[in-house]
């Protein structure tokens, strides 16, 4: 079909990549990259029309490459592609009638432009464009049958429109209070976009919760989603674990290894506690947001990753601007967005739903089998002020259902909710009982204890290291 080898390999690798990834907008990432590729172009959109006739074009899914940063189309051209039946290319859009009035397309430099219909779908539009030289005039008709063949794929890929639904959520995000429902609404908003999404909160509050619901609701759905707190990272391997190193780059580096950023290329990656990453990491990582490249420890040269980046902290980063102890310029690329979680004693309507939830999860988790819980346990626990917010609340209904034995909770079964604070010897007692559980269970393994559990698997070790555990 086309002379381009470069062109005929992108095609190629995009047959395959539909022939082996499951519809969805991990295909729909890979073929645009082709595309971008196989055409030498700079951008690449997946765009639908609108449901109002006067508003902007929809931007499903979109890939940039070099030092682009512009993610939003033409307008122009963006709706001359949606009323085309059959693929277009320009190669001068600023003399041509259908674009020369406008007014993006100059601001943008655009020198060329290829748009293409999704398969049959009027409705849907494959576009190209670039501020690089246009291709000669002698490739316009590879590019246009690349076009078609590069919609149809994306065709058997693109996501159908979702209508956004706030109470579809993950069964521990339970959103029955105002401040909820609120903070839902707020994600469905900065879901749609790209851009960085710091998430505040209370420490227990459920940010990484709120990461990965934010994650399933965006255009990187179908990518990898990737959770790393940074006071889980040890400091003297925080780089390599971050941007990836090569074999040979430290002692112990026997292999090359990726990095977090890449291994979550076409995804998104959640950095918890961003507020105790070490300083001078702060401008690897605003580097890693502005340039879209990392550099491996030991490399040579910049990578270039695709991966959203959401963070989260319970410090107060202003704070931390004025101690020095975090960058200003990296604080204001992480608060471009923000999510505020709001505690557990803000929002005590969600709380015998919450209770609900976890019960029967922790009665799968722990082998109990079955979650009841009195009037008068239930009301106990809504007088309490949780500061470890739902990861306390998890915990305490964990070590109650052990104590119950199948029966019903009741108050008897909350101790750590009477007189005696949580780090009293009796508590200490309930937390090693639930880990030799958990662990007995397990089979003695760590990483299905704290599944058990619901902790991570360094929490676990840490635990288990306190209360001198082997």
């Not at 939003?72 to 085309?84: F, G, H, I, N, Y």
């Not at 710091?198 to 619901?213: D, F, H, M, N, P």
């Not at 204001?332 to 967005?337: D, G």
């Amino acid at each position: 079909m086309a002379s381009n080898p470069r062109l005929v390999a992108s095609l190629a690798d995009a047959c395959a990549a539909a022939a082996a990834t499951a519809p969805g907008p991990q295909l729909v990432a890979r073929v645009l990259a082709l595309a971008l590729e196989g055409c030498d172009a700079e951008r690449a959109f997946v765009i639908r029309a609108p449901a109002e006739s006067d508003a902007e074009p929809v931007v499903e899914a979109f890939r940039l490459t070099g030092r682009v940063r512009q993610a939003r189309p033409s307008r122009t051209v963006a709706r001359s592609a949606l009323d085309r039946a059959e693929p277009f290319v320009s190669l001068d859009p600023l003399r041509e009638r259908a674009f020369v009035s406008g007014l993006s397309v100059r601001a943008l430099g655009l020198h060329w432009v290829l748009g293409a219909p999704l398969g049959q779908d009027r409705g849907r539009a494959l576009l190209l464009d670039s501020r690089r030289t246009a291709p000669t005039a002698s490739r316009t008709a590879e590019l246009l049958q690349a076009a078609r063949a590069f919609g149809a794929l994306l065709a058997l890929g693109a996501p159908a429109p979702r209508r956004p639904d706030i109470y579809r959520t993950p069964a521990t995000l339970v959103a029955c209070s105002q401040a909820m429902e609120h903070m839902l609404a707020w994600i469905e908003r900065v879901a749609r976009t790209d851009l960085p999404v710091l998430i505040r909160g209370e420490s227990g509050c459920g940010k990484e919760v709120v990461a990965r619901t934010i994650h399933e609701r965006s255009l990187r759905s179908g990518g990898p989603f990737i959770a790393v707190s940074c006071t889980e990272l040890p400091e003297s391997l925080i780089e390599a674990e971050l941007f990836g190193s090569e074999r040979g780059a430290y002692t112990g580096a026997e292999r090359d290894r990726p990095g977090l950023f890449r291994s979550a290329e076409g995804g998104t990656l959640f950095l918890d506690e961003i507020g105790d990453m070490p300083l001078a990491l702060q401008t690897k990582l605003l580097r890693a947001l502005q340039e879209r490249t990392v550099r491996p420890v030991g490399a040579a040269a910049e990578v270039a990753v695709d991966a959203r980046l959401l963070t989260a902290t319970h410090r107060d980063l202003a704070r931390g601007l004025r101690a020095g102890t975090f960058r200003e310029d990296l604080f204001y690329r992480l608060t471009v967005t923000e999510v505020a979680v709001p505690p557990l004693r803000e929002r005590r309507e969600d709380l015998p739903r919450l209770v609900a939830d976890l019960g029967l999860r922790l009665a799968a988790e722990t082998g109990v089998g079955r979650f009841e819980i009195s009037a008068e346990a239930l009301e106990l626990l809504r007088g309490h002020r949780w500061p470890g917010n739902v990861r306390e609340l998890r915990s305490v209904l964990a070590r109650a259902l052990l104590r119950t034995a199948g029966g019903p909770v009741l108050p008897e079964h909350l101790h750590e909710l009477g007189p005696r604070p949580p780090g009293s010897e009796c508590a200490t007692n309930l937390e090693l009982q639930m880990i030799r559980e958990a662990l007995e269970r397990a089979e003695g393994s760590l990483t299905g204890a704290a599944r058990r559990i619901g902790w991570s698997r360094p929490k676990l070790y840490r635990r288990m290291r306190a209360l001198a555990m082997r």
